[in-house]
């Protein structure tokens, strides 16, 4: 059964940093891809970036500030230079039998799993 379990998060003032995790339970035992998004009340769930375990894809407005890694079945976000605009909540999502690609990484409806999510907030 694939399960993906969040944590970290948390408040934190401008120019701050967190890093999230997602680990993940049954989905890299074959061709996955894990994605970041975030949503705030009111928006669209917006994509942040994806990895597979080879290729890392990041949205061009976010490169420079997030990264994304992984260590064994558990994947991070890595959020510097955080800004008030970043306050979001912040959900990891898996999809099974195709890798990440650049063109359609931030499609909500490709992901069939999806974390419990994770407050972030950036004080000004």
């Known amino acids: 059964q694939v399960q993906l379990i969040q944590s970290g998060g948390g408040s934190v003032p401008t120019g701050g940093a967190l890093r999230l995790a997602c680990q993940t339970y049954g989905l890299m035992d074959g061709i996955y891809c894990v994605a970041w998004f975030r949503q705030v009340p009111g928006k669209e769930r917006e994509g942040i970036g994806a990895?597979?375990?080879?290729d890392r894809y990041i949205a061009d407005s976010l490169k420079g500030r997030f990264t994304l890694d992984r260590t064994g079945e558990k994947h991070f976000l890595q959020l510097n230079d955080l800004e008030p605009g970043d306050s979001a909540m912040y959900f990891c999502?898996?999809?099974?039998?195709?890798?990440?690609?650049?063109?359609?990484?931030?499609?909500?409806?490709?992901?069939?799993?999806w974390g419990q999510g994770a407050q972030v907030t950036v004080s000004s």
């Open positions: 999502a898996g999809k099974l039998g195709a890798w990440c690609h650049h063109y359609d990484f931030g499609e909500v409806s490709l992901y069939n799993y």
């Open positions: 990895f597979d375990g080879a």
